[in-house]
């Protein structure tokens, strides 16, 4: 079975400052990474997605992640945040081969301020 | 492009009382889900169809009932609502339930059960 810990519910940052949204996940199979975004009364949409190859992977919006194997990590980064960026942001999990499901984590709340 | 679409958005019922969650996708998916969403536990999975013809149960299946009634559509009945089921709920679609494909949410129904 798979598991992912989002380890901050919310983070609170200035306007122009760099962000990290960070993810663990445990799982006994190989997995694909992804990661959402939900701005207030939406539905989810896709910022970006592991599934092999280089381990820095570049999404919509100027949000990048890096897939660390070691510490089982997929780390959510942008080096400068706007206003527009608040919302929060949905870690998820697949196992490799034919399920399709997602395993989601807990949600972090991205509160970007002026 | 429509996408997902889920009715209705809201809706408020007494507790015993059933309804239906509709969903259609114009995205020739042949894979669709129902998730639900509630506080500080992210999005977790009711029910899963991989394809026409065929529905699976997710984490938490109890008091729901789906129907694949074809490709397109893929509804979610209460039978007997309780005040635990109050969430938001989402339906989400895919091409096929190959792992790593991209889900496609959409943009939720508000339900409350007084």
């Given at each position: 079975a798979q598991s992912v810990t989002q380890l901050d519910s919310q983070v609170p940052v200035f306007e122009e400052a760099p962000v990290e949204l960070r993810c663990n996940y445990s799982s006994s199979v190989s997995v694909y990474l992804f990661w959402y975004v939900?701005?207030?009364?939406?539905?989810?949409?896709?910022?970006?997605?592991?599934?092999?190859?280089?381990?820095?992977?570049?999404?919509?919006?100027?949000?990048?992640?890096?897939?660390?194997?070691?510490?089982?990590?997929?780390?959510?980064?942008?080096?400068?945040?706007?206003?527009?960026?608040?919302?929060?942001?949905?870690?998820a999990v697949s196992a490799s081969g034919n399920t399709g499901k997602l395993i989601f984590g807990q949600g972090t709340t991205l509160q970007v301020k002026p | 492009n429509a996408g997902v679409t889920q009715t209705p958005k809201f809706q408020v019922l007494k507790t015993g009382q059933s309804m239906t969650l509709q969903c259609a996708q114009d995205m020739n998916h042949n894979s669709m889900y129902w998730y639900r969403q509630d506080p500080g536990m992210g999005l977790r999975l009711i029910y899963y169809s991989a394809s026409e013809g065929t529905t699976d149960k997710g984490e938490v299946p109890n008091g729901y009932n789906v129907s694949r009634l074809n490709k397109r559509e893929f509804s979610l009945r209460l039978e007997s609502a309780a005040p635990s089921q109050t969430s938001v709920y989402f339906c989400a679609s895919s091409f096929d339930r190959t792992s790593g494909n991209t889900i496609y949410f959409g943009e939720g129904s508000w339900l409350t059960v007084v």
């Open positions: 939900q701005y207030p009364n939406q539905g989810l949409q896709l910022l970006l997605k592991y599934l092999s190859g280089s381990t820095l992977v570049k999404g919509i919006n100027g949000f990048e992640a890096e897939f660390n194997k070691s510490q089982t990590s997929f780390h959510l980064r942008k080096p400068s945040v706007h206003i527009s960026d608040t919302a929060e942001y949905f870690c | -």
